[in-house]
C-alpha cells in the first residue's frame, strides 16, 4: 500500500469514530440553564409553535382547492398522523431531558454522524422557518394598512428582479426578527412570559371565532347544491392531508426546552399531548366554521377567516381576526427563535459547532451568542431573499427528522438498559473489571439476571417455536430485521407515490409488487416485536413498538418523496455546504480528542491519568472523574464522546490513552485526512 493512503483497518477505526454514541445517564438534571419552565409553560410553547398562520391562511387554501368542507376530515387525519411522532419526541423528551431535540435523540442511539447531519438541517428548519413567519406577519400587517407599507419601501427605498431575491427589502420582517431575538435572550422566563401573553391573546382570538362563526353558520354551505361535504372526494381529502401535516409541525419546540422544564419526566409528555389536542382541536373546528359561513368555493386563500367575517357584515370581527393572526404569528416567532439557539447550543456543547456558542451567559443563563448571531442570519434572510421557492425545504428538513428519531426509538428499545444505581457501562464500580466485548459483558448481566432476557434477545416464550433465530449474537438479528425495515418501507413507500404510472408495470406486476413489500415490512416488524425490549417504568414510553414508528417512517418517506426534484438538490446542496464548513471544524475537534497523549489540566485532575482504549475520562466542575463507554445493538464498546457541557464552565481536555498505547491506525487516519483536504494541515498535527 503506498505511504500515507489509509487502510482497511484504518477505514473501519475511522467510520467507528464517527458512528461514536453518546451514553445516556441517569444524573441528567444538572445544567447551567436555568430550569424554570412548568408544564403549563410547555403547553403554550407548543401550542404557540403549531397554532400560527397556518390557521388563518392553510384553512382557506386547503378548504378551495383541495378538500372543500372536507378540510376538517383532513385536518383530522394529520393530527393522527402527527401523533405518532409526537409519540416518539414525547418518549425521547422524558427519557433524556436535555436541550438539542431531534439532533440529541439520534446522537445517544444512532451516531455522531448522523446526529450531525440532524442538527445541521435542524438549524436551516428554524432559521428559514424563522424568515418565513416573518415575512408572514409583515405582509398580514402590511395588507391591514392597504398594502402602505409596501408602497412605501418601493417609493423610497426601490424594488428588483433578481432570482432567489425579494422584489422589495422587508425591513419590518427584519426588525420583528431582531426585536424577537432581543426579548429571547433576556431569559426562558421572559420568552414565556411573552409567549403566554401573545398565546392568551390568539386562543382567546380562536375562541371568538369558534363561537360567533357557529351562530352564522349556514349548514346549506354542505348540501349538494354546493358542491357537497367533499367535492374533490377522497383523493382530495388526503391531499388536503399532505399539506394539513405541515400545520402540527411545531411540537418539537417543547422536547428541544425539555433542559429548562423543572420536571421534564413528566411536563415534556404531558405537554405535547395536550399541546396536539389544543391544536388539532383549533384547526378541525375553525375549519369547520369556515366552511359553514360562507360558500367554499368562495373563499379568498389568502385571508379566508377575515374575507368570511367581511362577507357575512361583520366588519369589526374582521379586524379581531387580524389581531388574533399577528399575535398567532408572533408566538411561532419566538418559538423557532428560541428553540434555534438551544440546538446550537447542544452541538457546541458535544464539540460538533463552534465553541462561542457553547457559551451561557452567567445571569440570563440562556446561550446569548447564538441567539444574537442567528437571530441576525434569520433577519437578514427576511430582508433580502424570496423565500417561497424555500419554503418546501422546511418539508425535507422536518420529515428526515422525524422519520430519524422514530428510527432511533427502535433502536434504543433494543440496548441494554442498567438500574440507576448499578454499574453500567456509563459508570463502572470500582471492583468492575474491564470487558472487552459484548460478550463478556453479557456473560456479567447474566450472571446476575438469568431469569430476566436482555433487550436484544428472542423471547423466552418464543425460543421454542423460533429457536433458529436463538443462535446468533445479541443483537444481530435485530440490527438486520431494522435494516430490512427500513429498506421495505423505503421500498413500499416509493410504490405508494409513484404508482404504477411511474414505474410502468402492469396492473398485476405493481399489485404483486405492492404485496410483496408489504409482506417483507410486515415479516421484519414479526421479527423485531420476537424479541425483548426495554421497559422502563418510570418514564413514559409508547406503546407497540416497533409499530408505530413504523408507521411514522413510512408516512415520513412518503411525504418526502411527495416532494419535488429542486428540493432534493438544495437539501443535497446544503448537506455539502454543512460538511465543508462546519464539518471541518468538527473533524478537527473530533482529531484532537482522540490523537493527544493523556494529560489532564482540568479541575483537581492529577497531571498524567492513563486509560484504557475503550474508556474516556471527562473532568466535570466537581473533579471527579467519570468513565464512559457506548454499546449499540451488539457492538464492541468504544470510546464514546460525552459533554455535560451543562454541568461545567470551567475548561477541560479529553483525557486518551499514553502514547505507547496509541494505535497506529490514528497517524494513518490523520495522514489520510490531510492528503484528503489540503487545508487540515494547519489543523490537525500528526501524532
Not at 431531558?97 to 442511539?109: E, H, I, K, M
Request: with cysteine.
Amino acid at each position: 500500500m503506498a505511504r500515507g493512503l489509509p487502510s482497511i483497518a484504518s477505514l473501519a477505526r475511522l467510520c467507528q469514530k464517527l458512528n461514536r454514541l453518546k451514553p445516556l445517564e441517569d444524573s441528567t438534571m444538572d445544567t447551567s440553564l436555568r430550569r424554570c419552565l412548568s408544564t403549563l409553560d410547555l403547553t403554550l410553547l407548543g401550542v404557540g409553535g403549531m397554532v400560527g398562520s397556518g390557521l388563518y391562511v392553510l384553512t382557506g387554501t386547503v378548504a378551495k382547492d383541495m378538500a372543500g368542507p372536507a378540510v376538517l376530515l383532513s385536518f383530522g387525519v394529520a393530527a393522527v398522523a402527527s401523533l405518532l411522532a409526537a409519540l416518539c419526541y414525547a418518549e425521547f423528551g422524558a427519557r433524556v431531558p436535555r436541550t438539542g431535540s431531534a439532533y440529541l435523540f439520534t446522537y445517544v442511539s444512532m451516531g455522531e454522524l448522523w446526529a450531525f447531519l440532524i442538527g445541521w438541517n435542524v438549524l436551516l428548519e428554524y432559521i428559514i422557518g424563522g424568515a418565513a413567519v416573518a415575512r408572514a406577519w409583515s405582509g398580514y400587517l402590511d395588507a391591514m394598512f392597504s398594502h402602505r407599507i409596501r408602497n412605501f419601501t418601493e417609493a423610497h427605498v426601490g424594488s428588483w428582479e433578481m432570482p432567489l431575491l425579494a422584489q422589495y427589502p422587508d425591513f419590518l420582517a427584519a426588525g420583528i426578527i431582531l426585536l424577537a431575538s432581543a426579548f429571547v435572550s433576556c431569559g426562558a422566563r421572559v420568552s414565556s412570559w411573552l409567549n403566554h401573553t401573545f398565546s392568551t391573546i390568539s386562543l382567546l382570538v380562536i375562541l371568538f371565532i369558534i363561537i360567533l362563526g357557529f351562530i352564522l353558520a349556514q349548514p346549506h354551505n354542505w348540501s349538494a347544491e354546493e358542491g357537497g361535504f367533499a367535492p374533490f372526494g377522497f383523493s382530495g381529502v388526503m391531499a388536503g392531508t399532505a399539506s394539513c401535516f405541515y400545520a402540527f409541525v411545531g411540537f418539537d419546540v417543547i422536547a428541544a426546552s425539555s433542559e429548562e422544564a423543572q420536571n421534564p419526566r413528566r411536563s415534556v409528555p404531558v405537554a405535547i399531548a395536550i399541546s396536539l389536542a389544543l391544536a388539532a382541536g383549533a384547526y378541525i373546528l375553525v375549519s369547520t366554521v369556515l366552511t359553514l359561513m360562507v360558500p367554499w368555493h368562495s373563499l379568498d386563500p389568502d385571508s379566508a377567516l377575515a374575507d368570511a367575517f367581511y362577507r357575512r357584515g361583520y366588519r369589526w370581527a374582521g379586524f379581531i381576526v387580524a389581531a388574533g393572526s399577528i399575535c398567532a404569528m408572533n408566538t411561532v416567532l419566538l418559538s423557532l427563535l428560541f428553540s434555534l439557539p438551544r440546538i446550537v447550543y447542544a452541538m457546541a456543547v458535544d464539540g460538533l459547532f463552534f465553541q462561542v456558542f457553547a457559551r451561557v451567559h452567567p445571569r440570563t443563563q440562556v446561550p446569548v451568542a447564538g441567539t444574537l448571531v442567528f437571530g441576525l442570519l434569520t433577519a437578514f434572510l427576511a430582508l433580502l431573499l424570496d423565500l417561497e421557492s424555500l419554503v418546501q425545504f422546511l418539508s425535507i428538513g422536518t420529515l428526515l427528522a422525524y422519520t430519524f428519531v422514530a428510527t432511533s426509538i427502535i433502536v434504543l428499545r433494543y440496548q441494554k438498559s442498567f438500574p440507576p444505581n448499578s454499574p453500567g457501562p456509563a459508570s463502572p464500580g470500582p471492583l468492575t473489571k474491564q470487558h472487552s466485548s459484548f460478550s463478556d459483558h453479557l456473560q456479567l448481566v447474566g450472571a446476575t439476571q438469568d431469569s430476566i432476557p436482555e433487550p436484544g434477545e428472542l423471547q423466552p416464550a418464543l425460543r421454542p417455536y423460533l429457536g433458529f433465530l436463538d443462535g446468533y449474537s445479541p443483537g444481530a438479528v435485530v440490527t438486520w430485521a431494522l435494516g430490512v425495515m427500513l429498506a421495505s418501507v423505503i421500498t413500499l413507500g416509493c410504490v405508494l407515490v409513484f404508482g404504477n404510472s411511474a414505474l410502468h408495470l402492469p396492473h398485476w406486476g405493481y399489485i404483486l409488487l405492492l404485496l410483496a413489500t408489504s409482506f417483507v415490512l410486515l415479516l421484519s416488524l414479526l421479527v423485531l416485536g420476537a424479541h425483548q425490549q426495554q421497559y422502563r417504568e418510570d418514564l413514559f414510553q409508547i406503546p407497540m413498538v416497533p409499530l408505530v414508528p413504523a408507521l411514522s417512517i413510512l408516512l415520513n418517506i412518503c411525504l418526502m418523496l411527495k416532494l419535488s426534484y429542486l428540493t432534493w438538490v438544495r437539501f443535497s446542496i446544503w448537506l455539502l455546504m454543512g460538511e465543508w464548513e462546519p464539518g471541518r471544524y468538527w473533524v478537527r475537534r473530533r482529531a484532537r480528542r482522540t490523537g493527544r497523549a493523556g494529560t489532564c489540566t482540568s479541575g483537581s485532575f492529577p497531571t498524567s491519568c492513563p486509560v484504557q482504549d475503550s474508556q474516556c475520562i471527562l473532568a466535570t466542575a466537581s473533579g471527579t472523574a467519570r468513565r464512559t463507554s457506548g454499546i449499540h445493538l451488539g457492538q464492541t464498546p468504544q470510546a464514546t464522546w460525552y459533554s455535560p457541557g451543562a454541568a461545567w464552565r470551567r475548561r477541560f481536555r479529553l483525557c486518551s490513552p499514553p502514547a505507547r498505547h496509541q494505535p497506529r491506525s490514528l497517524a494513518i487516519w490523520s495522514s489520510w485526512l490531510v492528503h484528503a483536504c489540503p487545508v487540515l494541515p494547519h489543523l490537525i498535527g500528526r501524532p
